[in-house]
């Protein structure tokens, strides 16, 4: 898979866990619906979150020196 594709799975999951997240909250606060164990559910989704978000910065920040990298060689051979 391509690393524009990866990163566009890993925002849209970053994505998804927060209105999970969301959607829990709501549905415990405001509506009174009992789910078991939904602070561990939202602890769950939020660590998802954060390891998602990690994944997709680091793969960002690759492609960020890929960039940095060729416009530093191109400079150089503007240079010679």
Known sequence: MKRSNTKNVLSI???FTIIGFLV???LTSL???EIK???DLQ???VVAYLILRIFYYKLD???KDEKIAELEQQLRKKES
Do not use: A, I, N, Y
Request: glycine share 6%; proline share 0%.
């Open 13 to 15: 999951g970053s994505t």
């Open 24 to 26: 829990v909250e709501v």
């Open 31 to 33: 509506f009174d619906v």
């Open 37 to 39: 164990d939904h602070r």
């Open 43 to 45: 602890s769950l989704l």
């Open 61 to 63: 920040s690759k492609d």
